[in-house]
């Protein structure tokens, strides 16, 4: 933690866009935003790919029925 007269928690450190920043430059980043994003841009790939098998299920199911 940084020592002086500007100290905050971290959760206090960042506040989202809706309240306006004055200096979005000097504004840290949340504390673990970095690995939510990586966590969604994994989910977001596991679903394309079971997306894609499911369609490709699909066109094996009606092959069949024919």
């Known amino acids: 933690m940084p ?3 500007v100290q905050m928690l971290p959760e206090l450190a960042w506040r989202p866009p809706e309240l306006g ?3 979005p430059e000097l504004e ?3 504390p673990g ?4 994003q990586r966590a969604a841009a ?3 790939r596991a679903r394309v ?3 894609k098998q499911l369609k ?3 066109k ?3 092959k069949l029925v024919q």
């Not at 935003?33 to 939510?36: N, P, W």
């Open 42 to 44: 994994a989910i977001l």
């Open 60 to 62: 094996q199911v009606q």
């Open 28 to 30: 840290p980043i949340p």
């Open 3 to 5: 020592c002086g007269p």
């Open 21 to 23: 920043l004055t200096r």
């Open 49 to 51: 790919k079971w997306a």
């Open 56 to 58: 490709q299920v699909q």
């Open 33 to 36: 935003l970095e690995q939510r």
